[in-house]
């Protein structure tokens, strides 16, 4: 009888939580939520040293009503050198749309991430299937691969 009502009790506290998650002790608009399930981050490399760190959000999930005739990412960086050219790969290949936006600008309130010395970037490629692998590189050196899946 003893066990059996430590088990009940045990089983009440655990359950008690299991519908909540991270996002409930902040307050977070769905867009927010969806945006910090997108975002992933890497550092700038070339073997063992490091240029920067590199941040992306696949806009395509954040915000589906505006963002669905392409691929769109919006990426911030910060890289110690900034005399070289930073590029943008989707899946092997390159693209010439870029848009430089300012440090305040209409993605600002996705990450809460705004600092004068990172650069930031709306990208755009061509759609592409359904498994996407993007990579910043400046220079010698490259991020990680990002990946992102999309919905079936």
Request: aromatic share 14%; net charge neutral; with cysteine.
């Amino acid at each position: 009888m003893k066990t059996s009502a430590i088990f009940l009790i045990l089983l009440a506290l655990s359950t008690g939580c299991a519908q909540k998650n991270a996002f409930d002790q902040f307050k977070l608009s769905q867009t927010q939520e969806l945006s910090e399930d997108s975002i992933q981050s890497s550092k700038l490399k070339r073997g063992e040293d490091v240029d920067g760190v590199v941040t992306v959000v696949y806009l395509n999930k954040v915000l589906p009503e505006k963002y669905s005739d392409a691929e769109y990412f919006y990426v911030y960086l910060y890289k110690r050198n900034k005399k070289s050219e930073v590029t943008f790969w989707l899946n092997s290949k390159t693209t010439q749309e870029i848009e430089k936006l300012p440090v305040k600008n209409r993605f600002t309130d996705l990450t809460s991430f705004q600092a004068p010395w990172s650069s930031y970037y709306l990208v755009r490629f061509p759609k592409e299937g359904d498994v996407l692998k993007f990579v910043v590189k400046e220079g010698e050196f490259e991020s990680d691969t990002f990946k992102y899946e999309k919905d079936q």
